[in-house]
Structure formats: C-alpha cells, structure tokens
C-alpha cells in the first residue's frame, strides 16, 4: 500500500484532550482515502481518494494505532509521548463493531530495551471500545 508523501500532508494541531474522529472509505476499485475530525476544534483534515493498490483489496482487516512517529529526517523512531491513556470508542469495520471480527490486542515494546512502552487493554463490552496506557 503506498501511502501520499509527507510533504502533501497539511498539519492538523491536536492537543491533550481533544476528541478525533478518522474514518477511511473505500471507493472501487482500488482507491481509499481519510478524513480526520477534531471534534473539539472543529477543524477536518482529508486526502482525496488515492489509488493505493493495483489489484483489488479484500477489505478483511483494519486497525486502530497509538504508536510513536518516525523523524522524517533522520528515520528513528521518536520516543512515544508519555500520553497516559488513549481511549478508543465506537471503532468498527464494515458498520460492525471490531469485537464482530478476529480481536487482537497488541502492546508496544521498545526495541531498545524491550520494556513495555503502551498496553493495550482487553476489548470492552460494546466490542468497540478499548484503551492505550503508558
């Protein structure tokens, strides 16, 4: 999956606090595109519909991630920001809440020291809501 360059991405400032809304939809046969809302600014970010793959996918997974990002210059991974707790809600696939598919919770280790770096909690009982803790 190929993903836009950096430098057509326009920043959208999110702060502690602020409630995101990121859907990605798929438009046949092969063309996805995003939108982030911050519903507490008002402020949406969105990327026109890209062709992202040469054949057509079979739309059997999506993810939700809190991860740290990559410096664009040098390529290391920035220490993930001590966030506390990144609650997850209403997150679903195909209008099915993600409980519906095969769950896989997955923590985050540091490569460098192999500690624990965020957990991730057990799946709520919605099916759609889970949390990320540092």
Same mark, same amino acid.
């Given at each position: 999956m190929a993903i836009e360059p950096r430098s057509q991405w326009r920043l959208l400032p999110?702060?502690?606090?602020?409630?995101?809304?990121? @859907?990605? @939809?798929? @438009? =046949? =046969?092969?063309?996805?595109?995003?939108?982030?809302? /911050?519903?507490?600014?008002? #402020? #949406?970010?969105s990327t026109p519909p890209t062709l992202v793959m040469t054949t057509v996918p079979q739309l059997a997974s999506a993810e939700a991630i809190a991860e740290a990002p990559t410096d664009s210059n040098s390529g290391d991974v920035i220490p993930a920001t001590n966030f506390a707790i990144v609650r997850f809600t209403g997150c679903s696939f195909n209008n099915q809440p993600v409980g519906a598919y095969d769950?896989? #919770?997955?923590?985050? @280790?540091? /490569?460098?020291?192999?500690?624990?770096?965020? #957990?991730?909690?057990?799946?709520?009982? /919605?099916?759609?809501?889970?949390w990320v803790t540092t």
């Open positions: 999110i702060h502690a606090g602020d409630l995101l809304t990121g @859907t990605v @939809t798929w @438009t =046949p =046969p092969a063309k996805f595109a995003m939108t982030l809302v /911050d519903h507490t600014t008002g #402020q #949406q970010y769950w896989n #919770q997955i923590d985050m @280790t540091s /490569d460098y020291s192999g500690g624990l770096v965020a #957990q991730t909690s057990a799946l709520g009982a /919605d099916g759609g809501s889970f």
